[in-house]
């Protein structure tokens, strides 16, 4: 159907504020043409450049808001709405143009290729539609795609930060990392991270521009705020080599492209200070079941990316924050500790901070993280932290943009034992062929037994370490899926005695198959930042 047939079967409508009276300063509250009709209304014939700008237009941003991803539309199928994790709606909002491996242009090449398609299409479509004068339904239509494309990616980006876990309050293990080895995109998101209430603030702020986008007479402002809040992103993320500028930006060019009519209208009211009578263009649908179907439409994605997603998200929060693991820490280990005394091999390593081999320093999270220094460089995790969702040992939040020489290490608790058994969380080999994932998966399975005996926790005993409200179907699904495709990491086996928790002991086996006996000693130290008063997880 064309766009004329479409305006055939609705009622088009210029809606305009209401008309104050006159009086000696404001002289005439609007100009008029024939009919009566206000001069800034939609044009009636559109200029030859102004139809070719849109048919471009048009394909281009159609085509940015169409998933081109299967998996994408796969999945809808693949949740158990009735148990949803955040990541569920999360991904569904959170997608972009991202068919070219590896792209150029600082990751900007899908967005060069769907430009030169939009061109090519855009001039064929300007030779075989010649005639048409207007666009006007077309261009409503798309201000509506657009709107709503960027409210719910807005709002899907912004919850992350109403109920902080995008940039977690640092770990131990952070704190005492020195400053010079992080990286400048880590100092920028930990600068964030020790103010909770400040990303509160900026997720607000997002979420506001994304409710306002929803609605066609609040749109203009939530483009404004928008453009704003994610235009100053972009600029972080490219200075501080953030990595997500090219997501950023994707909210910029929709917020522009929102705002590009309405540019003649904010100049004349603030910059030349004249009176100005907003004028929109809007469409009302004649059959009552196309209001009806509207409007439940409408109430039904403000619902789930408002409603439903504040309520998972807020289950995130409390229960499995995704940055950090969800699993409980032994809690009688929580803490920094100063190493007094290492054997390596029943040798005795007396302390130096050029030794390569002797820890310095450990600390225990409130979750199942071990962390320890060694005077030995470590390889950079350049990414955000995010991991997977799913399993705890990916969530890499305390290794991304951390150098120097701090190993973290994810571990799964026997109590009754009191052995601790542990995985590198660092990745030595993360791409492998299918068959090396083969082999990875024979040896994974032969590793969980030593002598006969289980050293690495089951599914379900891993499960039992989470709370409840937690363990929705994507987590339980997950732990399974990703232990299978799990690549090989490195492992130690270490058994832990204390009485009150200022003195550890620490004996067992590590990574390279040495012996190791640790004396460590709590120090209990005093740091110049505040504790959180918004702490996720609830351990």
Known sequence: MSATEIGAELEIVEDSADQPVSGPDLGKTTDTVNGGIPADAPPLVWKDYQKIAFRIAFIFFVLMTIPESAKWYTQLFQFDWTSLHYRDLYDIARYQPS????????GYAEWLVLFAVSVAGGIVWSLLDRKRKEYNVLYYWLTVIVR?????????????????????????GILNTNFGDLTAQKIYWLSISIVPWYQVFAGIVELTSGVLLFFRKTATLGAIILFGAL??????NFAYDGGVHVYSS??????????????????????????????????????????TTRIVLKTGVIVLF??????????????????????RGVSALRGYYQVSEFKLNNQVIPYSPQDSLRWQDVTFEKWTTLTFKQNKAVPLDLSNGG????????????????????????????????????QDK????????????KKGRRSEAKQHKVNGQQNFLTDQQEYAQIDAAGLTDRRLKGITA???????????????????????LLKGINENKDSVSLVLHRVERQYALKLSTLNAGKY
């Open 99 to 106: 068919f070219v491996r590896g792209a150029g242009y600082y």
């Open 148 to 172: 709503y494309r960027a409210a719910i990616g807005i709002i899907g980006f912004a919850f992350t930060k109403v109920l902080p876990v995008q940039m977690p309050y640092p770990s131990t």
């Open 231 to 236: 235009g100053d992103i972009v600029y972080v």
């Open 250 to 291: 994707y909210f910029v060019l929709f917020a522009a492209f929102l705002l590009a009519k309405e540019m003649p209208k904010i100049y004349n009211l603030f910059i030349l200070e004249r009176y100005t009578v907003p004028v929109d263009f809007d469409i009302h649908f004649k059959e009552k079941w196309l209001k």
């Open 306 to 327: 408002l409603f439903v997603f504040f309520y998972i998200q807020l289950n995130n929060f409390l229960y499995d924050p995704y940055k950090q693991p969800a699993a």
């Open 387 to 422: 991991g997977s969702p799913m399993r705890d040992i990916n969530r890499t939040f305390e290794i991304a943009g951390v150098g120097g020489g701090r190993r973290v290490f994810y571990y799964e608790a026997d109590t009754i034992n009191h052995i601790l058994y542990l």
């Open 426 to 437: 660092f990745r030595a080999m993360p791409g492998l062929s299918e068959g090396k994932k």
């Open 482 to 504: 990703e232990r299978a495709l799990e690549t090989k990491r490195n492992r130690m086996v270490l058994h832990y005695s204390t009485t009150d928790g200022k003195e550890v």
